[in-house]
Nanobody
Framework: QVQLVESGGGLVQAGDSLRLSCAAS????????MGWFRQAPGKEREFVAV????????VYADSVKGRFTISRDNADNTVYLQMNSLTPEDTAVYYC??????????????????WGQGTQVTVSA
């Protein structure tokens, strides 16, 4: 079972940038894609982005495409989410997630079995 610890959340103003980090341990990090999800108040958790195990491929939700960038450092077992041009609609708890199966690039929550504790991102208008 992989352990995931997010950091980097906070309170920012609309238009600002923020970078989230997720440190992973417990299994061979480079064998697995990694994903970010978020849950806004009163809403269900939703997909944000996923990156392939090598970092060569990534998939983004339409709502963040062009503003967010997911990346990873396999030497450091860390995945990042760079968030630019933040809006109040990006306010949510952001979760790092690891999938059940290696060597794939899933986007469905059902395919992810390991979750971090979440980090709060609040964007004021």
């Amino acid at each position: 079972q992989v352990q995931l610890v997010e950091s980097g959340g906070g309170l920012v103003q609309a238009g600002d940038s923020l970078r989230l980090s997720c440190a992973a341990s417990g299994r061979t990090f480079s064998n697995y894609a990694m994903g970010w999800f978020r849950q806004a108040p009163g809403k269900e958790r939703e997909f944000v982005a996923v990156i392939s195990r090598t970092g060569a491929s990534a998939v983004y939700a339409d709502s963040v495409k062009g503003r967010f960038t997911i990346s990873r450092d396999n030497a450091d077992n860390t995945v990042y989410l760079q968030m630019n041009s933040l809006t109040p609609e990006d306010t949510a708890v952001y979760y790092c997630a690891g999938p059940y199966i290696p060597f794939r690039l899933p986007t469905s929550q059902a395919d992810f079995g390991s979750w971090g504790q979440g980090t709060q991102v609040t964007v004021s208008a």
